[in-house]
């Protein structure tokens, strides 16, 4: 047993949804969290929950410095991890420019492994302790990433990407062998310690019929493994879906008519849609991925946000690295309350480390493991120091309220006001 003493802050639930906003969060200026076994025991008022404290318990002093639960991203690429700002172009330029050439790489398992190691550093370094990430097509890239998150003990979420066309050979697979290959991979992973698998098309344009409808019946087999892909992001991506599936009412219909619309199935971006695709994501318990910078470095479009929220969405926050242009949560929630500036939908603070908390882990569905200090919940979490650099420091001294302290750190922020990342209870970066 140990504990943590700081200013603590966690969501019971969305800050959106609560006729008062903070009846949707326990905050506490001097709390206490203790974790037993790497799982939160309670947590509370720090003269409260001390007096319960067996003789002889470690405290760990943090006072002034605020304790979230780890970050949740829901969309990330790892194998773009190099090409991170690299000159912008849109979407499809960025992919035959950059991504097509370094996800070649990662047909050799050496390179896999040390990009995964790296990423899942910077990830940690960042305050993020959960992510859905996407590999390459190669089977050997998911392996590598699942080794380095098994061997940080990390709640992660992966899966092979497959393309049967409109992409080079060298990233070419085929239906039959993104079936067999997905399903060998699901079967040595998915559940295995705290890893998860999501099957994963590029998306829609590099995926025949035939291969859309094998990830299908993978879908049907393994109803609680994710689906992950792209959704929506560029004009041109949405007109040239409308060329290769003249059949489908729309860009999202393509997915539904293979089974890969539901519960556990993640879309990023999701940007140029109608109601009626907004609607079908409410009524089948998808999600939809935030990724403000990759959004305004293509220069994709603005995510309605309150269109979302309005129809029962549910939505997470990411940083789509490497079209993201940062690994910090802090920098992401900064754009996005930018782009919500942009379409005249304010973002609260509050509700904006929502979204990168328990929003995220209630989009992968993952609200009953992670996202908040309930007890028996896995103690992933952050401390943010909002006084790291002399600007945070001159500026948090004028703060006077939570909201005014959580909207500086949130514009304000980036990793060096991540002073330590605990995963399970264990210090695994410090600053």
Known sequence: MTAVRGCILHFLRDPGDASAPAEAYEYFEDGLLVVRDGLVAEVGPAREVSSRLPAGTPVVDRSGKLILPGFVDCHIHYSQTD????????????????????????????????????????????????ALVL????????????????????????????????????LRDTPESAYKESRALIEKWHGRD???????????????EAQLERAGDLAVEFPDVFVHTHLAENRKEVAWVRDLFPWARSYLDVYARFGLVRPRSVFAHCIHLDDEDVDLLAEQGATAAFCPTSNLFLGSGLFDHRRMHQAGVRVGVATDVGGGTSF???????????????????????????????????GLRLDDRIGNFAPGKEADFVVIDSTATPLAARRHAQTATLEERLFMTMMLGDDRFIAETYVLGRRVHSR
């Not at 998911?142 to 098994?150: L, N, Q, R, S, T």
């Not at 942009?342 to 328990?358: M, V």
């Open 83 to 130: 090409v991170i700002a690299s000159y912008g172009e849109q979407l499809l330029e960025w992919l035959e420019k950059y991504t097509f050439p370094t996800e070649q790489r990662f047909e050799d398992a050496a390179h896999a492994r040390e990009v995964a190691d790296f990423f899942l550093d910077e990830l940690l370094r960042n305050g993020t302790t959960t």
């Open 194 to 208: 705290r890893l998860l698998y999501a099957i994963t098309p590029r998306f829609a344009p590099t995926s025949t």
């Open 135 to 170: 590999g390459t097509v190669h089977a050997q890239s998911v392996d590598a990433f699942f080794e380095a998150a098994e061997a940080r003990s990390l709640r992660m979420a992966a899966g092979k990407v497959l393309m049967d066309r409109n992409c080079p050979d060298y």
């Open 328 to 362: 910090n949560m802090l920098r992401t929630l900064s754009e996005g309350y930018k782009v919500a500036q942009l379409a005249d939908q304010p973002l609260s603070a509050i509700r904006a480390f929502f979204l990168a908390t328990l929003g995220g882990a209630q």
